[in-house]
């Protein structure tokens, strides 16, 4: 039987000799588990939430995903975060329209998509856009 590879919540590959174990924190009157990231070959701990652990093993998974990022990474995601928003700068009457619309979503209980969003768009500015509109959302 073939052993089930941890769920980590990204696409990311984990390294083999990464686990993360559950702890057992007993308080006065409850008991509480949290997770921490070690090395399974030496039992070095890699993470362990400033002392706390995290609450679940996929918020672990996440956290060591997040703090090994590369170098490559760090740096497209800043540029990224940089383009949008210049764009959102020089485009600020739709974003204003974004902004409004995603409000009244909100307002009335409703969800907005990423497709009504689009919409709101105009064609020229869509296409002069080197991002997607989910990074427009996710970075506006």
């Known amino acids: 039987m073939r052993k089930k590879k941890p769920y980590t919540g990204y696409n990311r590959p984990v390294p083999e000799n990464v686990k993360v174990i559950r702890l057992e924190k007993t308080q006065d009157f409850y008991t509480e588990y949290r ?8 039992g070095e701990v890699f993470d362990d939430a400033q002392g706390f652990g995290y609450k679940t093993a996929q918020k672990a998974y996440a956290a060591f ?12 995601l800043d540029s990224l975060k940089h383009t949008v928003h210049d764009w959102c700068s020089s485009h600020s009457e739709i974003v204003r329209d974004i902004q409004y619309a995603m409000f009244e979503a909100i307002k009335n209980n409703n969800r907005y998509s990423v497709e009504e969003i689009a919409q709101l768009i105009p064609e020229d500015d869509k296409h002069e856009m080197p991002f997607s509109v989910k990074d427009l959302l996710k970075y506006m």
Do not use: G, L, P, Q
């Open 35 to 42: 997770y921490i990231i070690i090395d399974s070959d030496t």
């Open 65 to 76: 995903s997040w703090k090994k990022r590369s170098h490559d990474e760090i740096v497209a």
